[in-house]
């Protein structure tokens, strides 16, 4: 998620609890204006922060991790039961009389158990409201920045045309054309030379000499869409391409990457001995160069 939808996340349930304090006819006896409002807004926000906590779980879930619209309305379902119960015992602790106002109206051998089922029917539209709005950004998101065309034929596809040419006349990056199947699912297509990947949640960010571009694509898979000659993985959440390292720094345990536009790249632990091994196979490689050109 960009930060800039969680900023506009975080101000949807802001508003969503200011208008709800603001549209309440009645206050608790000792309630002034802003314990109103200060309810409210705690109220929401343990609403939204459960419903996103749910959501990031489910997509953790294989089948539903491209399904958002799936995963948003199971996320929706499973936070209800406990959005109900931490609005119930917050209730209970600040002494409103919601809960017990409806014991008497409760039908059942228990009233309390009545009393709190008929609290589960009087928030679900509350709760259902709620979670659709707050959607809204991460399905437009899903519209305005995964460009992924369908991978049905695309080896079919790729057999009718060139190893560096598409069937519309596109061009794939530079440094992938024609080895992966991956980028032929682009559209528009990447432009350029691709420099780096980053994962970032259920995106991928991709990193090129003419554009940086979103996707919804599994990290993992594209590891092992792109060729090994042209880059690395440098860390759980890294791939960098060769070319795109400046030099390779050392600080007591840590090591990163300096890439040539000035970023700083972390290194795991694990991939210490690949990358320490790459710098110095290519800086032998430089002087042999240098002493060739030289001669």
Known sequence: ????????????????????????????????????????????????????????????IPALNRRKVAALCLAGLASYLPFVLSVTAMDIVLGLPELGSTVGTARGPDPQVGAFLLELGYLLDNHAFLCGLLSLPLLAETRMIVSIGKHTNVAQEALETTSDELADGSVLPENVAGQTSFFESLSPPFTGTLLRAEAQEHYVKLVGTSETRMILYRFSDILRELPQSLGMQVHRSHWIANEAIRKVVRKGNNTRIETQDGMQIPVSRRYVSRVTGWAEQNSAKTESNDRASTA
């Open 1 to 60: 998620m960009s930060r800039q939808n969680l900023l506009l996340l975080i101000a949807m349930t802001i508003c969503a609890a200011f208008l709800l304090a603001a549209n309440q006819q009645t206050r608790p006896d000792g309630w002034n204006v802003l314990s109103v409002y200060g309810y409210w807004f705690v109220r929401i926000s343990i609403e939204a922060t459960l419903f996103f906590a749910f959501f990031l779980l489910v997509g953790l």
